[in-house]
């Protein structure tokens, strides 16, 4: 079931300069790791001024999904939205 959340989390990133692109590699959300798996989608959404990246991503055991903003004005991360595969 898809749940919105809007709620700041914790987020490990990287940067790799050959790619040269950033993306997330763990997320900390009540109270539980969760590895990045495949990042499924990427893009930008401008806020005025404020560029938000967004993240759509599952953990590396497939068993959620995850919908990241990382907002450059403040350099927060909000879990947007989670899910856990199965219907609504």
């Given at each position: 079931?898809?749940?919105?959340?809007?709620?700041?989390?914790?987020?490990?990133?990287?940067?790799?300069?050959?790619?040269?692109?950033?993306?997330?590699?763990?997320?900390?959300?009540?109270n539980?790791?969760?590895?990045?798996?495949?990042?499924?989608?990427?893009?930008?959404v401008?806020?005025?001024?404020?560029c938000?990246?967004?993240?759509e991503?599952?953990d590396s055991?497939?068993?959620?999904?995850?919908?990241?903003?990382?907002?450059?004005?403040?350099?927060?991360?909000?879990?947007?939205?989670?899910?856990d595969?199965?219907a609504?």
């Amino acid at each position: 079931m898809k749940s919105k959340i809007n709620q700041e989390i914790s987020v490990v990133s990287f940067y790799n300069a050959r790619n040269q692109r950033a993306q997330p590699y763990a997320i900390s959300w009540q109270n539980k790791d969760y590895t990045v798996g495949e990042i499924g989608y990427h893009h930008k959404v401008y806020d005025g001024k404020i560029c938000h990246h967004i993240f759509e991503l599952v953990d590396s055991e497939q068993s959620l999904w995850f919908r990241l903003n990382f907002n450059t004005d403040n350099l927060h991360w909000t879990l947007e939205e989670v899910s856990d595969g199965n219907a609504d």
